[in-house]
Each structure stands twice: as C-alpha cells, then as structure tokens.
C-alpha cells in the first residue's frame, strides 16, 4: 500500500522537555529517543529521522531520556508500552545493547539503531538475527578524529588536549582513539584526557578549564561535541592563548567561529544517520526489510563525516542548517511504499555517496543553489573541487 501523503516538512530543530508528538492523519507510529532534547546535534538528527517519517506518511513520538542513562531502557518500555509499530533507538551505551534489543524483539516491533551501534561483534551477531531487527547506521567516528588530527598536524601542533562526554559512550571513545592514535603517530604529545559524565554540571568548561591550567604549554584542544569544543575556545578566548582548537560536531555558533578563524577545524554534519536508519524502519515496516546477501539487515558503521573550508561556511549553513540534506523525492525513491524494488544496495550506495560535494550538486539539480555560489564555495559542476583553499577545516 502506498502511504505516501503530502506533508510539511518541518525544517526547524525537533525539541522537548519530556515528549513530543507529530502526528499525521494515518499510518504508523514511531517511537524515536532523544538522548538530551536541546542539544543541537541530536535534535537534528531527531528532524532528519522526521523527514523520512513525514514522507512516509507516519507518525513521530519523541522520547526524551534527559541525559539520564537509565532513560534510555525505562523511555524503550514506554515506548513499547505506548504500543507504537517501530522505534527508532539511540543506545547510548554498550551494556543497553545486551537488554534493549531482545525487548523490543521479543514485543514484535520493529525497530532500527541511529547514530549509535553495538561495537562489540557477538552482540551484533545475536542482534542481526533478530527477527524485528531492520538495521542500523553510525558515523565512523574514528575516521572522525584521525582527521581532525591530521589537520593539528598539518598545522604544525605538536601537543594536544582531549575532551569529551564520559568512557563508554562509543562514539566519543572511537573519536578520541582515532585523534589520539593518528596524532600520536605523526609525532604528537597527548597531554592530557578528560571524559565528563552528561549532565554534570559546568563540566565542559571545567574540564577544559582545568586541563590548560595544567599544561597552558599545549598546542591544541580536540574536542568530540559541541559542548566541549564551545568551552575550549572559552579557555582560548579569556587567557587570549593562540591555542588552537579542533571539533567535531558543527553547530550554527560554532559555525561562526569556524568563519571568523577561532575555530581552526571542525568535522560534522553527520546527521544523515538518522534518514538512513529512518529508511530502514520504514521499509521494515511495510514487510520489506533491506537486508544483504545472508538475509539479514544490514549495520553500517562506517558513514562519513563531512569537513567544511572557510569558502564553504555560507553554503553549509544554507543547506544543512537551515534545511535539511536529502531531498523528499530522494528520500520517497528509497522506500518500498513507493519503490518495490528498492534494495539495500541503493541505501548502502546513498551512504558511501555522501559528501559536502554530493549533496551541494543535489540541490543545485533541485534548485536550490545556484551555480556561482558552487562556484564561490570551491566546486564546480562536474565534482571536482577547485583549487582555491584546498585545506579541510
């Protein structure tokens, strides 16, 4: 049945204090959990999931578990118990995997991890043979840092300060090993790490505080989310340091840094983990789970990040934050409802297509940019960047 009605597609930021609703006039409903409705990142990727259930023609329920880690399974049976057809389902942490998955199971209700995956190979193993299981998408948020230290390096930093949320998150764990690893191996010195518990009050600012009281030597801060990295040029701005700063997760603010040079780097824009996982469930739901050549649903853990340079700043913010990266027609294409003959090859391909590049020549297809501002933003038509400011940032 094709479920395909016209909607609206909201564009602003999805937030709540406990629960929000969207709903359309039929179809399913899903459930989708908010690690900490507010922060910027993840209430993005809470709107892209949007879009695909827009589209779809379905009903959103948002779940927020308030940075509180016992949210995340107590928000699950809510959800289950709220009796909606699929969730959508940040795990947060590595021990949720072993509990979550078989409740959900174990209910008949399908459900789809986003941003967030089991890292552990038995459990995804146990969990990909679930019979309600309809896949999942992270980020590779190794690959995440590594660059970020790269650029350090290329910039000539020899010692570095690390901050992010606490041990056992595996997004921020992947990212710091991957800028540790990679800066070590270029001949960098980490000074100091600090993981801070979600929450904590000013802990952020005192963490990054505290480290550069420590070694006010240091050539640099990474710092995985955008709380920590705000608070790193914090420290660079009242001690009038010419630390450098590195990020990962490019919010509207730090944009502006990025513009005007406090911010020498950030990575981020990886909110379309979201609209992958989305996709899956959707599919799923309508009987058609895309699956690989075991079949079995798919966990793809490698989506890139994307870097952003000066010249590209405007164009980002026009199409990734005050619009959203995927058009509907995109999206409508890689559902069942609308596409039987939809495969996870074309979701798969979708993913290892993301770009800065890509997406910015889709909208100019859409027409939503023009071909000077390509142009000014260092790409031109074919896909190959110019040679103006080369450098990643």
């Given at each position: 049945?094709?479920?395909?009605?016209?909607?609206?597609?909201?564009?602003?930021?999805?937030?709540?204090?406990?629960?929000?609703?969207?709903?359309?006039?039929?179809?399913?409903?899903?459930?989708?959990?908010?690690?900490?409705?507010?922060a910027?990142?993840?209430?993005?990727?809470?709107?892209?999931?949007?879009?695909?259930i827009?589209?779809?023609?379905?009903n959103?329920?948002?779940?927020?578990?308030?940075?509180?880690?016992?949210?995340?399974?107590?928000?699950?049976?809510?959800?289950?118990?709220?009796?909606?057809?699929?969730?959508?389902?940040?795990?947060?942490?590595?021990?949720?995997?072993?509990?979550?998955?078989?409740?959900?199971?174990?209910?008949?209700?399908?459900?789809?991890?986003?941003?967030?995956?089991?890292?552990?190979?038995?459990?995804?193993?146990?969990?990909?043979?679930?019979?309600?299981?309809?896949?999942g998408?992270?980020?590779?948020?190794?690959?995440?840092?590594?660059?970020?230290?790269?650029?350090?390096?290329?910039?000539?930093?020899?010692?570095?300060?690390?901050?992010?949320?606490?041990?056992?998150?595996?997004?921020?764990?992947?990212?710091?090993?991957?800028?540790?690893?990679?800066?070590?191996?270029?001949?960098?010195?980490?000074?100091?790490?600090?993981?801070?518990?979600?929450?904590?009050?000013?802990?952020?600012?005192?963490?990054?505080?505290?480290?550069?009281?420590?070694?006010?030597?240091?050539?640099?801060?990474?710092?995985?989310?955008?709380?920590?990295?705000?608070?790193?040029?914090?420290?660079?701005s009242?001690?009038?340091?010419?630390?450098?700063?590195?990020?990962?997760?490019?919010?509207?603010?730090?944009?502006e840094?990025?513009k005007?040079?406090?911010?020498?780097?950030?990575?981020?824009?990886?909110?379309?983990?979201?609209?992958?996982?989305?996709?899956?469930?959707?599919?799923?739901?309508?009987?058609?789970?895309?699956?690989?050549e075991?079949?079995?649903?798919?966990?793809l853990?490698?989506?890139?990040?994307?870097?952003?340079?000066?010249?590209?700043?405007?164009?980002?913010?026009?199409?990734?934050?005050?619009?959203?990266?995927?058009?509907?027609s995109?999206?409508?294409?890689?559902?069942?409802?609308?596409?039987?003959?939809?495969?996870?090859?074309?979701?798969?391909?979708?993913?290892?297509?993301?770009?800065?590049e890509?997406?910015?020549?889709?909208?100019?297809?859409?027409?939503?940019?023009?071909?000077?501002e390509?142009?000014?933003?260092?790409?031109?038509?074919?896909?190959?960047?110019?040679?103006?400011?080369?450098?990643?940032?």
């Amino acid at each position: 049945m094709n479920k395909k009605i016209g909607m609206v597609l909201a564009t602003g930021i999805l937030s709540a204090s406990l629960t929000v609703s969207c709903f359309a006039a039929d179809g399913n409903t899903v459930g989708i959990n908010n690690w900490f409705s507010g922060a910027y990142a993840l209430d993005i990727l809470c709107n892209n999931a949007k879009q695909v259930i827009d589209t779809a023609g379905d009903n959103l329920q948002i779940f927020n578990d308030e940075g509180n880690a016992e949210k995340v399974i107590t928000d699950l049976e809510n959800m289950l118990s709220s009796g909606v057809n699929g969730i959508m389902w940040m795990g947060m942490f590595e021990n949720n995997f072993a509990v979550g998955p078989a409740k959900m199971n174990d209910a008949k209700t399908y459900f789809s991890f986003y941003d967030k995956i089991p890292t552990d190979d038995d459990t995804k193993k146990q969990i990909k043979q679930m019979e309600y299981f309809a896949g999942g998408t992270s980020n590779d948020n190794y690959e995440a840092g590594q660059m970020m230290a790269e650029q350090a390096l290329n910039d000539g930093c020899k010692s570095a300060l690390l901050a992010g949320a606490e041990i056992g998150d595996p997004n921020t764990d992947a990212r710091i090993a991957g800028f540790q690893e990679s800066f070590e191996k270029g001949g960098g010195k980490i000074l100091s790490v600090s993981r801070v518990t979600t929450g904590e009050a000013n802990g952020p600012q005192q963490a990054c505080d505290n480290m550069y009281a420590a070694y006010p030597e240091a050539d640099c801060f990474y710092c995985s989310g955008e709380s920590f990295t705000l608070a790193a040029l914090t420290v660079k701005s009242k001690s009038a340091s010419d630390v450098k700063v590195y990020g990962t997760d490019l919010n509207p603010t730090l944009l502006e840094y990025l513009k005007d040079g406090s911010l020498s780097a950030c990575c981020g824009a990886s909110w379309v983990t979201a609209v992958y996982s989305a996709i899956m469930l959707e599919n799923a739901m309508e009987g058609h789970r895309l699956v690989d050549e075991d079949g079995l649903p798919a966990i793809l853990d490698n989506v890139h990040m994307i870097s952003v340079t000066s010249s590209q700043a405007d164009l980002y913010e026009k199409l990734w934050i005050n619009e959203l990266p995927y058009e509907e027609s995109e999206i409508s294409n890689l559902l069942y409802a609308n596409n039987p003959n939809v495969t996870l090859q074309d979701l798969v391909d979708m993913a290892n297509n993301y770009s800065f590049e890509e997406r910015v020549q889709a909208k100019f297809k859409a027409g939503k940019v023009s071909e000077d501002e390509l142009t000014a933003a260092g790409i031109t038509l074919d896909g190959e960047e110019t040679t103006e400011e080369q450098t990643t940032e």
